[in-house]
Structures are given as structure tokens and as C-alpha cells.
């Protein structure tokens, strides 16, 4: 099931599309991409650039089109286990007060669990 987004949202994300899409095609290549990460600050090497490209081009033209942008963002947008992460942030379930080696480096520090994510992460396990 796919998030609603707003006009307002549309627009933005349209605006976002536009700054990466570096030579106006309506299309985000591996070039483009890395020059995003680049100015992040957060340089990678060709390779790691392109498997994000392969991961997100829905129609294999080792591209991203705007339309492949926007159902990815919908996707992340509606994410039930998102969704359910966030309900489990704000209610604070499960968080657990574990001690470490020494009082100093126990104080403070909590540490976050849900059933519903350890099932995920067993399940691909």
C-alpha cells in the first residue's frame, strides 16, 4: 500500500528530483548520484554508487526516473514496520536501562527493542 502525498509534497519532491538531476533528462544517473553523495560529504567509490542505482531502478535502465523516485519514497512513506518503529519510539516500548562494564558507561545509556523487529531480522536471518 502506498503513502498519499500531498501537492505540497509532490512539488517538493519534484524540486528535490530537479537539484540531483544534474542535466535536466528527467532521469538520476550513477554520475548524478555520486556527485549528491559527493557534495553530503559522504563520497563513495563507482561501484557502491551503482548498486544503489540497481537497487532503485524498478525498470532496469540503470537509471532513476522520477516516477521510480516517487514510489520509492511512497513505499518508505507507508512502511508498516516504519510506522510501527515510530509508535514503539514514541511510547518508549521496550527500552531497557542495560548496564556495561562500568557505572560510568551504564549511566545514562538505553537501549531499544520490539518484538515486531526481532521477528523481522530473524526472518532473514
Same mark, same amino acid.
Given at each position: 500500500?502506498?503513502?498519499?502525498?500531498s501537492?505540497?509534497?509532490?512539488?517538493?519532491?519534484?524540486?528535490?528530483?530537479?537539484?540531483?538531476?544534474? &542535466?535536466?533528462? =528527467? @532521469?538520476?544517473?550513477?554520475?548524478?548520484?555520486?556527485e549528491?553523495?559527493?557534495?553530503a560529504n559522504l563520497?563513495?567509490?563507482?561501484?557502491?554508487v551503482?548498486?544503489?542505482?540497481?537497487?532503485?531502478d524498478? $525498470?532496469? &535502465?540503470?537509471k532513476?526516473s522520477? &516516477?521510480?523516485?516517487? @514510489?520509492?519514497?511512497q513505499?518508505?512513506k @507507508?512502511? &508498516? +514496520?516504519?510506522?510501527?518503529f515510530?509508535?514503539a519510539? $514514541?511510547?518508549?516500548? =521496550? +527500552?531497557?536501562?542495560? =548496564?556495561?562494564?562500568?557505572?560510568?558507561? @551504564?549511566?545514562?545509556?538505553?537501549?531499544s527493542?520490539?518484538?515486531?523487529?526481532?521477528?523481522?531480522?530473524?526472518h532473514?536471518?
Amino acid at each position: 500500500m502506498a503513502g498519499k502525498i500531498s501537492k505540497d509534497e509532490l512539488e517538493e519532491l519534484r524540486e528535490a528530483f530537479g537539484k540531483i538531476d544534474l &542535466d535536466g533528462n =528527467g @532521469s538520476i544517473c550513477d554520475y548524478e548520484l555520486h556527485e549528491l553523495f559527493k557534495e553530503a560529504n559522504l563520497p563513495l567509490p563507482g561501484y557502491k554508487v551503482r548498486e544503489i542505482i540497481q537497487k532503485l531502478d524498478r $525498470n532496469k &535502465d540503470n537509471k532513476i526516473s522520477f &516516477d521510480e523516485f516517487l @514510489s520509492i519514497f511512497q513505499e518508505l512513506k @507507508s512502511s &508498516d +514496520i516504519a510506522k510501527s518503529f515510530r509508535k514503539a519510539i $514514541n511510547r518508549k516500548e =521496550g +527500552i531497557l536501562a542495560i =548496564g556495561g562494564t562500568s557505572t560510568q558507561s @551504564s549511566e545514562g545509556t538505553q537501549h531499544s527493542f520490539s518484538g515486531e523487529l526481532l521477528t523481522f531480522s530473524f526472518h532473514f536471518y
